[in-house]
Every structure is written in C-alpha cells, then in structure tokens.
C-alpha cells in the first residue's frame, strides 16, 4: 500500500508562540495556506508482526537520511495510540521539499502535514474509517499538530484557523478548522517572501515557545491575539484591506517583540529586515497601493498584496526590495488550495 501526498507550508497572519500540555496552543492563530512551498511525502506500508515496535525507513530528496529517520521514529513512536497499525507495519517513508533545504523557508509545517495525511490514508484503507472528508482531515490536522504545531493549519485550503476562540464556533485547540467565509481578494493573495537570510535559525521556534512561559507580557499577549483573530476574520470576511494588514504588521511585531522580552532575549531581525519593513511603510503611504508584510520566526519579510496589484509590486520589489535580499534572492508564493492526493 502506497500513499503520496503534497502538502503546502502556511504563513500565520495572527502568530501562535506559546504552548501547553500536549502541542496545544496558548491562543489562537490564522494562517495563509501557500501553494509553491511544499512537501511530497509517500508512505508504503507492509504487514509484519506486532511486536509494539516502530520499523521505518526514512528518505530525504532521495537519499537515507539518520537524522531525520530518528527523529521520525520518535514521533511514530508518540502516536502508536493513534493508529492501531504503527506497530504491525513496516513503513518506507520519501520525502522531498519543492524548495531547497537552506532559503529560510520552514519544512516543518508542510513536511509533518504531508506525514500525517499518509497516515491518514493508511488507516482509511486498511480500517475503512476516515471515509468522510471531515474526519480524514480533522485526523490529519491533529496528528500534523502533534508533529509541530502550526502544521496542523497546512491541510486546509485558503486559510485556517487554530486554537479555541470563543468568539469562534468549532474552534478547538485539537485541530484546525478551514476559514472559508474569506471574501474572494484574500484567496488569491501573494505572498513575495524577500530573503534577507537563508541561515538555519540560531533559536529553534519550539525554544522560542518555551520562553513565553517566563514572559512577563504573556498573557497580554495571548489576550491581544486572540482578540486579533477575531478582528483579522472580520475585515477578510468584509474584504477590509486595511485593517487585514494593520492586524498582520502587528502580529509580525508583536512576535518579534516577544522574544526580544524573553529571558534570555534574543533577536532574530536583521539590519535589512528593518530596512525593508520601512521601505514597504513608505511606499504603502506614498502609492496607498494595499501591500503589507508579516514575519515568521526568522529575519525574511513576507510581502502580502492582492493578485490585482501584481505588476506594480513586482516593479518595486525590484527595482527597491531586492536590494536588501541574499543575493537579491525573492520566492514568489501564493496562497493556494491546500493539501493533495498525488498516488
Ligand atoms: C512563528 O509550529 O514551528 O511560525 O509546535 O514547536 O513545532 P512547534 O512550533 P512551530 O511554531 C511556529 C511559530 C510561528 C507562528 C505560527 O506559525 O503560527
């Protein structure tokens, strides 16, 4: 039995950074799921004796990879309670990323998404379980959740939702759930990620959640963002761009400010990161053209804009942005149509 699918990585509009118990979130968050960052993962599987053990063997880009492979095993080896045939099976698992190992672009989310919903599929054909796509996918975004957390976001198209929000019906802390009530603009939207860095991350994002634990801003934090969601799902409900980007700007700051009040603090903009943060500000005031930024845990600016605006952003991005990139380096993304069964 062989399963692949192509699952895409997310950007997070309003931030999850804090976490409890099991991979639970310490407030709610929103996401753009892309379309051109992506994993394909296939999962064969093949009968064996239940010893109770895990038996995988794990290639990345093609190639037998230890490293990963360990820390695949450990994770199967978290959810035996969550499929019944882990242990009776010998799994061959083939990963690979559309983009390379090194652009500052954040595997875990697509790469663990993609995982899960092999998975998922295993159990639905050897069990007959998960035959409706609410349950195939609820399954999936909670067991990609328990890979990494905002990875539970990438099986949705469009845009999702995590974490329980009252003001949000279904939201739940388990899984995801699609936003699908998103006027039209925000599904088509770009995301023009300007590469300031492509250097691995000197603090981990889960070390980044553990030090919200001793933030002082804490739970201010989690109050603002999970008032910021609710806010951020009106204005693309009514196609607000303003207070869309007003919402996302805030968030990427907020995040950044995080972990420069964590103890130890830590910085991870660059020079250039602020350059271009100004940069975007100014042109924003002086074209009133919609364009906005938002930042992962890294120093790379996401450039969010309406599809309609493509040609002026793209002039500018360079003819002025690319200046400030790692060799003018610029990945085009775009929101895109979530995950998909390729075999
Ligand atoms: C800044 O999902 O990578 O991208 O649950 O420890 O795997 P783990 O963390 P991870 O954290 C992502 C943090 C973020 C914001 C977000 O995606 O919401």
């Given amino acids: 039995m062989n399963f692949k699918w192509r699952s895409p990585s997310n950007i997070a509009l309003v931030k999850y950074w804090g976490k409890h118990g099991n991979q639970l979130p ?13 994993s394909e993962t296939s999962v064969s599987q093949e009968n064996k004796t239940d010893d ?35 242990t009776s099976s010998r799994l061959k698992i083939e990963s690979s990323n559309s983009f390379p190992h090194s652009t500052g672009i954040a595997s875990s989310a697509s790469a663990m998404s993609a995982l899960a919903l092999g998975l998922c599929s295993i159990e639905k054909q050897l069990t007959g379980q998960l035959q409706d796509d609410e349950s195939f996918f609820r399954k999936a975004s909670i067991i990609s959740r328990l890979g990494s957390g905002s990875a539970c976001r990438s099986v949705y198209p469009h845009l999702a939702m995590w974490g ?3 003001g949000v019906a279904l939201s739940s802390n388990e899984y995801a759930i699609p936003f699908l009530e998103a006027d039209q603009v925000f599904k088509t939207f770009h995301d023009s990620i300007l590469i300031v860095s492509s250097d691995e991350k000197t603090v981990s994002s889960t070390a980044g959640h553990e030090l919200m634990h001793t933030n002082i801003f804490a739970d201010v934090r989690y109050q603002q963002a999970n008032q910021n969601t609710i806010k951020i799902i009106d204005a693309m409900k009514n196609g607000d761009l303003a207070t869309f980007g007003q919402i996302a700007e805030e968030e990427a700051l907020t995040l950044h400010a995080l972990m420069m009040t964590s103890n130890p603090s830590y910085v991870l903009l660059q020079p250039n990161s602020l350059k271009l943060i100004e940069l975007i500000r100014t042109y924003r005031n002086d074209t009133k053209l919609p364009v906005y930024f938002t930042i992962d845990a890294g120093p790379n ?7 309609e605006f493509e040609t002026q952003i793209q002039a500018f991005i360079k003819s002025d942005l690319s200046n400030f990139c790692e060799k003018g380096k610029v990945i085009e993304d775009k929101v ?3 995950a998909t069964l390729i075999v």
């Fill in 301 to 307: 600016i996401h450039l969010l804009y309406p599809h």
């Fill in 164 to 166: 329980e929000n009252k």
């Fill in 52 to 86: 109770g053990k895990i038996e995988i063997d794990f290639y990345f880009e093609g190639v037998k990879n230890e490293n990963f492979q360990k820390r695949i095993e450990f994770f199967l080896t978290a959810i035996i309670p969550h499929f019944s045939f882990l």
């Fill in 26 to 38: 310490n407030n709610s968050s929103i996401s753009f799921t892309l379309s051109q960052a992506y």
């Fill in 336 to 338: 895109g149509h979530g």
